[in-house]
């Protein structure tokens, strides 16, 4: 029996070699934010992939779910004083009932009639926070919002925020794992893979897919919080249809349904929108061109491309094995 | 065990199934034949819960199961195959099996998320089920491959190893026999006997009349929605009506 170190010491060596560099890098505030933040958006990616790499469900609104944890993580800690890790907390559980009041009609469509809702719902969330200046302060947005608190440890610089947030996607890797390898888990597949058939051996289509809608949002409310606290401002504008779009786009670049896709995806998006920071206004076409390539020829994403390099090795040393076996017999 | 009280469903102005009524007996292998659009795999369909009849009951064990929802309808004891194979492609074959599982398990997401005793007990319980039951249907030595990657055969085994996998009381195979060639049909055929040896009562819906004669206690024909004859394999080969539908009817 291989151990568990054993049996993945690559990834284990990648990791390792990852964090040291992460580590260095973010001694630099500037360098430390970016981490952060593509932590915080491997988190969403990764809240997505349960809803639509593996229970099916598109959304294009994720970033009004990605608001509503911002927002009323800021809200309670500001104008209630709610202790900032409970405000988080509280954030992802509202969000979680967003997305659970979402999921009930959205439970019901298919495809594209689905993506429609959550377009709608996610442009709902951006007029309501650009609207209702006396609690959201509108397009201004709300400025100086206090550092995180992690019992009693103030997380006052962007390199211990995002070491908070990278514990966070560390744990939500493994809830995601657990969950996609229990019952529930399989239940989501079956109802990707054929609803029909689900349902047919018990299961409740109708229930599970408003847990997976549930959950997503769950996960991708926290992140809403984390990112209000990151980056101590939040305005209207973080939140809009774009925002939904990379959201999609870092899943699908990353590959979906795999454990390292989201955090790729992620980060490679979101260092692609630094660089082309300039650009702004063409950000859209960037994403678009990456959407396009992604169709086109890495259907799998980047870790697709990865596991087909690695399934061509194979075959070539087979068949080098082949080849010189071959030879010794003749 | 299953009673079908004069069903009738209409599509539109189609009668699908007009005024059919059957009983199958506990432990019987029971055949619904007819021509193509006779309306068995409809009938199916009502008994398993994908359609709701316009007229007419279903009382499974008692109790009246007509309308409600698939899910529930598999929980009460009725699991079903599909003539167009319905597998869970991308999932393995043992992955498909297990999902098959779901309503005998009770492992919740709090469960899974924590990786709690019971999920993990559970876990293992369905695993050394579903391997069984494959052993059973002769593809255990399959279970890690994609369903998809079975060849046809395997496919159909898969579906049937995989509604078992709920615990039945009524297995509804519609056509398990199609586009299998003749040495598939022939084990296919020991299998059904196997599968009611084992206590499953099996309700079938079939085109090769070798496999139904053979197997089937009792068979009912239907013709276009309505059913014409009822009784053993013997007595459906000589009754003229059912010669009549099948041959086509001279005057």
Partial sequence: MKTFVQKNLKAIIAVAVLVVIALVLAQKTYYALIIGLIGIYAIVADSLDILFGYTGQISLGHAGLFAIGAYVTTLLRMRLGVPSLVALVLGAIVTMLAGFLVAIPASKLVKHFLSLLMIAFGQMVYLIVNTWTPVTGGSLGIGEIPYLNVFGLVLNSNLKCAIFIWILVAVCMLVKYRIINSRTGRAFIAIRENPVAARGLGIDVRRYKIMAFAISAFLTGMAGGLYAYLRGFISPETFNGTQSTLFMTMLLFGGITTVAGPVIGSAVLLLVKEVFQSLALYQGLIYAVFILIILFFFPNGAVGVYYNMQAAMKKKSNKKAEEQEVAKNA | ?251
């Fill in chain 2, 1 to 251: 065990m299953l009673k079908i009280d004069h069903i009738t469903i209409k599509f539109g102005g189609l009668v699908a199934n007009n005024d059919v009524c059957t009983e199958i007996q506990k432990g019987q292998i029971f055949g619904l034949i007819g021509p193509n659009g006779a309306g068995k795999t409809t009938l199916f369909n009502i008994v398993s819960g994908f359609y709701a009849p316009t007229d007419g009951k279903v009382i499974f064990n008692g109790e009246e199961i007509q309308g409600l929802p698939s899910n529930v309808i598999n929980g009460k004891g009725i699991a079903r195959t599909y003539q167009n194979i319905n597998l869970f492609k991308k999932m393995t074959v043992l992955e498909n099996v297990m999902v098959g599982c779901h309503g005998q398990t009770k492992a919740n997401l709090a469960d899974a998320i924590f990786s709690t005793k019971k999920k993990r007990l559970e876990e293992e319980e369905s695993i050394e089920k579903c391997h069984e039951i494959l052993k059973f249907m002769e593809i255990d030595h399959l279970s890690h491959l994609k369903a998809s990657s079975l060849p046809y055969g395997a496919q159909r085994r898969l579906e049937i190893a995989r509604a078992m996998a709920s615990n039945p009381q009524l297995l509804l195979l519609d056509e398990p026999a199609a586009g299998m060639n003749l040495s598939e049909k022939d084990e296919l055929t020991q299998t059904i006997l196997k599968i009611r040896d084992k206590g499953y009562t099996v309700f079938l819906v079939e085109h090769n009349m070798k496999l139904v004669m053979r197997v089937c206690d009792n068979i009912c024909v239907l013709n276009h929605g309505i059913k014409i004859a009822e009784g053993t394999p013997a007595e459906i080969q000589a009754n003229p009506e059912v010669i009549a539908a099948y041959l086509g009817g001279g005057k």
